[in-house]
């Protein structure tokens, strides 16, 4: 029978120094992953490989810069020298800055997002690529995010990335489908900071958990790393291009 699971593949999480990323690096790892956390916060990357660490995780930690993509290629030449391969690439980290309405949005703000979000992905795809061509097998998870699909005011920028990063996803699961890779998205809603907001009693936080079908904060490693482990495992061998939003269906009631 074959392996559904993660177990003794190697991962490559980006921005998994907190939140969704170290949701995931934990639930992946504890799920029998090997994880390089690919970060460019050091003591936020020292943090989760000391979490992966003290589970018994094997664990590389390569600080990351996903603006560069020098940074990104030394990343995954570091991944193949420790670990002999890469299976999966989570692509989550991009830089945020304050978003603004579409009268004001300036050409930093496209940058910023731009270039973490959208060429990062695109960078560090690329670079998995021959690896996971050669071996013939191959997982993508790309990160979006549904204020992109229902153009969220006040978001412009940000949407556009995020659009972007689907598109470059579809692209990417046709031309690498007959290499045994698949590429999919995941729409997120949740985690620490969203679970601290409610936490600390923010009337808006409140209000936006409930309104969902499912009428609470996610939880990064409980919620949405499991997704996650789906789309990096043998189990995703027949969906590639696809959009899935893990939020609890709040974008029923968008
Ligand atoms: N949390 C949500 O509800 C939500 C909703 C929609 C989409 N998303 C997407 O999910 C992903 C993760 O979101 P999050 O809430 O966990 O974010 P977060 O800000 O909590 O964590 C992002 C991580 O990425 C790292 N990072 C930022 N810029 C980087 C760079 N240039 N190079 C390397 N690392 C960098 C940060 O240091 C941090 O550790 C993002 O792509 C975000 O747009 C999140």
Known sequence: MTEHGVRDKVVVITGSGQGLGRGMALH??????????????PEKMASTVAELEALGVPVLGVPTNVFEKDSIDAMIAATVEQFGRVD?????????????PMAEVS???????????????LWAMQAAYPHMKGQGWGRIVNFA????????????AYNAS????RAISRTAAKEWGADGIVV????????????????????????????????RVGDAEDDIAPVALFLCSDACRWITGQTFLVDGGGLLFA
């Open 28 to 41: 992946l790892g504890k799920n029998g992953a090997s994880i390089v956390v690919a970060e460019w916060k």
């Open 88 to 100: 999966g690439l989570v692509n989550n980290a991009q830089t945020f800055r304050p978003n603004a």
């Open 107 to 121: 050409g930093d703000d496209f940058d910023t997002f731009y270039a973490s979000g959208v060429k990062g992905s």
């Open 145 to 156: 995010s549904s204020m992109g699909m229902v153009g969220f005011q006040g978001f412009g």
């Open 162 to 165: 995020k659009e972007a990063i």
């Open 184 to 215: 999919n998205v995941i729409c997120p809603g949740g985690g620490p900071r969203a679970q601290a907001a409610v936490a600390r009693g923010d009337e808006a936080a409140l209000e936006f958990s409930k309104s969902k079908p499912i009428p």
